[in-house]
C-alpha cells in the first residue's frame, strides 16, 4: 500500500506515538481490505462514545491516547452516550455507571471531540457533502451519508473511527471508490405497494432489504416518494438487520436518478418484487403482538425537528397511561429547538420523556423491568429484544403515541 | 501451500501464532450482544455456541455478524483475558480483522485470524486441538477430540 511522506512520517512517530498508531491501523486495515492508498476525510463520528461499548478497555485506550496528546485532525462528533448528561438520575442509571461515562465524556473533550451524542450527527454539527470522503462508524449514520447525501464512507468500526479523526485519513477502498458505490440487486416495489405505500412501510422495507442483501448494495424501484425522516428510518432498518452502508433509491437518492445508473450499466444480479404482503409479513416479523405495552420508544435514530412537531401535535391536549413510558429521544440541538417553539413543552406536558443523548438501546435499563416495548423503529426493533430484553411490538409513529395514551397496542 | 491432513491452509488475515482446543460454530457471530466480555461466554440464547467459554479457545465460526461497536466488546474481553486465543473463519468480515488489529496496536495483544477456509472442508470439532498460524494462515491439527 503506497503511503505519501505525510502519511509514512506519521507511521513512524513523527507527528506522536497517537497518530504513529492511528495510521498503523489504518494501514494495515487497507493491507487486509486490497486498498492501494490513504484518502483525506471531511470529518469523522464516533461509535465508541459510550461507555456500555467502550467500556474500561475503551476508558484506557482513551486515557492513553489522552496522555500522550492525542488531538483529532478533522471535525469529528460523538454518537450517543450511555446516559442523558442531564437526566440521568431520572432515568435510573446507576450512579458509578453514570460517573464513567463522564470519564469518557472528558477524555473525548479532550482530544478535541465535538460531544453531539447523537446517531444522527448530520442534524446537528457534521454535515457531510455529496463526494466527500469521511470516516464514520454508526451504521444509521453511515448509510444516511452515502445513500442520502451521496458522500462516501466505509462502516468503519469502534476505534478505528479514531484512528481515522487522529490520521485524517482512510484507506481508499470498497465505498470510497466508483465501483465500490455500485448497485447488486434489484428490488422492484410491486404495484398494489407503491399505490398504497404509507409512512410506517418504510422500517419494514428497509429491515427486508437489509435481511436479504446482508452487506450488499440494494437499488429500490418504485418507492413513490421519501422525506428525510423516512429515508432515515429506511437505512437505519437496513443496517441493522442486515449490514447495509449504501442504498440507491431510483429517483429519489443523489447517485440513482436511473437504475442503469445505480448499476453503472452493468445488470443486476438479483431482481426481487416486493409486495404489500412482503411489507405484512416483515411487520410481523419485527413485532406483530397487540395488546399492554410499559414502554414506547421514538426517535431512533435520534428525532429531528420535524418528528418532534409531530409528536407534539399528536399529544397536545392528551395523556400517556399510567402504566406506561413514553421516551422520546433526540439529541442537545434538537432538543433546544424544540423546547424553543413549544414542542418539548407539550410532549412533557402529556406524561413524555425527552431522552437526550443516548436512548434506549444504549443504556443500562434493568432496573425498569420493561416487559413490552412498542416502537416505530426498525433498528430498536431488531435491537431491544436483546439489549432492553423486552418483547417488541412494531407500529407506526401515530399508532405508537396512540398506544402510549391508551396503555396497549390496537390492530 | 500443504496437503498434508493434519494441515489446512487458509488465508493470513492477523499475525500470531496459537495452540489450544477448537469451539467450532457453523453460525455466524456477533461478539457485540454475543459474547460477555467479564467472562467469555458466549451468552447469544439463538447461537449454537450459547453457554461455552471462548478463553483460551481457537474459535472457528463461518463469519462475523454485526454492530459497528464490535471491537468496543472485543477489547474489552480481551483486556479482561476473556477473549478467545485465535479466531478461524470461512471469510472473516473487516469488522474481525479490524478487531484483531486494534487488539495488537492498542493492547499488545495478538490474536490470529485466519479465513478462506471452505466451509464444508473443514474438519473440524469442538475439542480439536490445533495450532494456528496467523501469518501463513497454516492450521495445524495436532490432536482430534
Redesign the interface.
Known amino acids: 500500500m503506497f503511503l505519501a511522506d505525510a502519511e509514512q512520517r506519521m507511521l513512524d512517530g513523527h507527528d506522536g506515538a497517537p497518530r504513529a ?1 492511528a495510521m ?2 489504518l494501514s ?2 487497507g493491507e ?2 486490497g486498498a492501494d492508498r490513504m484518502v483525506p476525510i471531511a470529518s469523522a463520528h464516533l ?2 462514545s ?1 461507555y ?7 476508558i ?2 482513551y486515557g ?1 491516547l489522552v496522555a500522550h496528546g492525542a488531538r483529532v485532525a478533522v471535525r469529528t462528533t460523538s454518537d450517543p452516550g450511555s446516559i442523558d448528561f442531564a437526566r440521568w438520575q431520572a432515568f435510573k442509571t446507576p450512579a458509578d455507571y453514570a460517573a464513567r461515562q463522564i470519564v469518557i465524556a472528558e477524555l473525548l473533550d479532550q482530544m478535541g471531540v465535538i460531544p453531539t451524542w447523537t446517531c444522527t450527527p448530520y442534524t446537528t454539527f457534521n454535515v457531510p457533502r455529496f463526494g466527500e470522503h469521511l470516516g464514520w ?3 444509521s449514520a ?1 448509510v444516511f451519508a452515502n445513500s442520502v447525501v451521496g458522500a462516501r464512507t ?7 473511527d479514531l484512528c481515522a479523526a487522529l490520521a485524517g485519513r482512510v484507506p481508499y477502498f470498497g465505498l470510497h471508490t466508483d465501483a465500490g458505490r455500485t448497485g447488486d440487486i434489484l428490488f422492484e416495489i410491486a404495484p398494489d405497494l407503491a399505490a398504497a405505500f404509507e409512512d410506517h412501510y418504510f422500517p419494514p422495507l428497509g429491515y427486508l432489504v437489509g435481511q436479504v442483501v446482508k ?1 450488499k448494495i440494494p437499488v429500490i424501484r418504485g418507492v413513490p416518494g421519501a422525506t428525510f425522516d423516512q429515508l432515515k428510518a429506511f437505512g437505519a432498518a437496513s443496517a441493522a438487520s442486515g ?1 447495509v452502508a449504501l442504498y440507491h433509491m431510483v429517483g429519489i437518492t443523489p447517485e440513482a436518478p436511473t437504475v442503469e445508473a445505480a448499476f453503472r450499466g452493468e445488470a443486476p444480479r438479483e431482481r426481487i418484487p416486493v409486495g404489500l404482503a412482503d411489507i405484512t409479513a416483515t411487520m410481523a416479523q419485527m413485532g406483530g403482538g397487540d395488546g399492554p405495552i410499559d414502554v414506547v420508544g421514538v426517535g431512533c435514530p435520534h428525532a429531528s425537528i420535524d418528528q418532534m412537531r409531530r409528536y407534539a401535535a399528536f399529544l397536545d391536549g392528551k395523556r400517556v397511561h399510567a402504566n406506561v413510558q413514553l421516551w422520546v429521544c433526540t439529541n442537545t440541538t434538537v432538543e433546544q429547538m424544540a423546547r424553543t417553539m413549544g414542542y418539548a413543552q407539550t410532549i412533557e406536558r402529556a406524561g413524555g420523556r425527552l431522552m437526550v443523548g443516548t436512548c434506549h438501546n444504549d443504556c443500562p435499563l434493568a432496573a425498569w423491568g420493561f416487559r413490552r416495548l412498542a416502537t416505530d423503529s426498525g433498528k430498536f426493533a431488531y ?1 431491544t429484544p ?2 432492553v430484553g423486552t418483547e417488541c411490538l412494531f407500529a407506526g409513529t401515530d399508532a405508537c403515541l396512540q398506544a402510549a395514551v391508551t396503555g396497549k397496542v390496537e390492530r | 501451500m500443504s496437503t498434508a491432513p493434519n494441515h489446512l491452509q487458509g488465508r493470513g ?2 499475525p500470531g501464532e496459537f495452540e489450544g482446543e477448537v469451539v467450532l460454530s457453523r453460525q455466524p457471530f456477533g461478539f ?2 454475543g459474547l460477555d ?1 467479564q467472562t467469555g461466554v458466549v451468552i ?1 440464547k439463538r447461537h449454537d455456541a450459547c453457554g461455552q467459554s471462548l478463553i483460551g479457545k481457537v474459535f472457528v465460526f463461518p463469519y462475523g ?9 472485543f ?2 474481553a ?2 479482561n483475558g476473556c477473549a478467545p486465543g485465535a479466531i478461524v473463519n470461512v471469510a472473516s ?3 474481525i ?3 484483531a ?2 487488539a495488537d ?3 499488545h495483544v495478538r490474536i490470529p485470524v485466519v479465513d478462506g477456509l471452505p466451509e464444508d472442508a473443514v474438519d473440524l470439532r469442538t475439542g480439536d486441538r490445533v495450532r494456528v498460524n496467523g501469518e501463513t494462515g497454516v492450521i495445524e491439527v495436532l490432536a482430534k477430540a
Open positions: 498508531q498503523a491501523v494495515r486495515l487486509a481490505c461509535v465508541a459510550s456500555q461499548i467502550a467500556g474500561e478497555a475503551g484506557a485506550i492513553d462508524s454508526e451504521s453511515v466505509n462502516r468503519l468500526a469502534a476505534y478505528v452487506d449490514s435491537y436483546t439489549t | 488475515c492477523a457485540w450482544q466480555p447469544d455478524r454485526g454492530s459497528t461497536g464490535t471491537p468496543g466488546i477489547l474489552e480481551v483486556r468480515e473487516p469488522m480483522i479490524m478487531c488489529i486494534l496496536t492498542f493492547l
